[in-house]
């Protein structure tokens, strides 16, 4: 199956200090097993890899993907996820950041392999920005892939639920064949940082390193 574009939802996650290890284990337990849901088609969760960001800690990370809008709708107010929000979730973690967006041309059957590494860069833009400048900060960071070695797959777009986005607006990922190809590549937020066109409109990123497990059961 493959699609001509393919919604983007990650969800990133912290989980209070102290919280028993049977807790965590339960809460990612519950979020793997959302992958049996029908409009669900690829996800993977576990511990985030290495985070950078000035103000903002997350401990894990989720990630989904989906044919539609109308099947991200679905899901989130499906009774199995409702459930586990209400009952695992927000009990053992105090803050939360959801960023939606699609991302045209992927094939969303593969999605990242096990093994893999993914990094997720979130901008947020100055306030007062239009779409001109909105649309010049995409344009630099849709050349990224051309500029970056070792990406396997690569895809970017503005967020379309912002509620819970903490004011990012535009997301791009970056999968990686595994941790060691991660961890040797430079951080392309700092690309976009020298582009002279475009640097002045960011007032922050936040990056999200994470590794999917060997396997996905």
């Known amino acids: ?3 001509t574009s393919t919604v983007e939802h990650v969800v990133l996650l912290n989980v209070n200090d102290g919280t028993d290890p049977s807790n965590v284990s339960s809460m990612l337990y519950g979020l793997n097993a ?3 849901l029908d409009m669900v088609q690829y996800l993977t969760t576990g511990p985030v890899h290495r985070i950078r960001s000035t103000s ?4 894990h990370f989720f ?3 989906y044919l539609s809008k109308d099947d991200l709708d679905v899901y989130m107010s499906h009774p199995a996820h409702v459930g586990l929000v209400q009952s695992t979730i927000l009990r053992i973690c105090d803050d939360l950041m959801v960023v939606d967006w699609v991302a045209p041309g992927i094939p969303i059957a593969l999605g990242p392999k096990p093994g893999s590494a993914i990094r997720v860069q979130f901008v947020r833009l100055k306030e007062g920005l239009g779409e001109l400048e909105k649309g010049e900060v995409l344009e630099v960071i849709g050349g990224l892939k051309d500029k970056v070695n070792g990406i396997e797959e690569f895809n970017f777009g503005e967020s379309f639920s912002p509620a819970y986005a903490k004011g990012f607006s535009i997301a791009w990922m970056e999968v990686f064949p595994g941790v060691s190809m991660l ?3 430079r951080d392309s937020v700092e690309i976009v940082m020298e582009n002279d066109k475009v640097k002045d409109y960011v007032e922050s990123f936040l990056v999200v390193d994470y590794v999917l497990p060997s396997s996905q059961s």
Do not use: A, E, G, N
Not at 56 to 59: D, P, V
């Open 1 to 3: 199956m493959s699609s």
């Open 34 to 36: 959302l992958r049996s």
């Open 56 to 59: 903002l800690r997350f401990t």
């Open 63 to 65: 990630h989904s993907k």
């Open 183 to 185: 961890d040797s590549v």
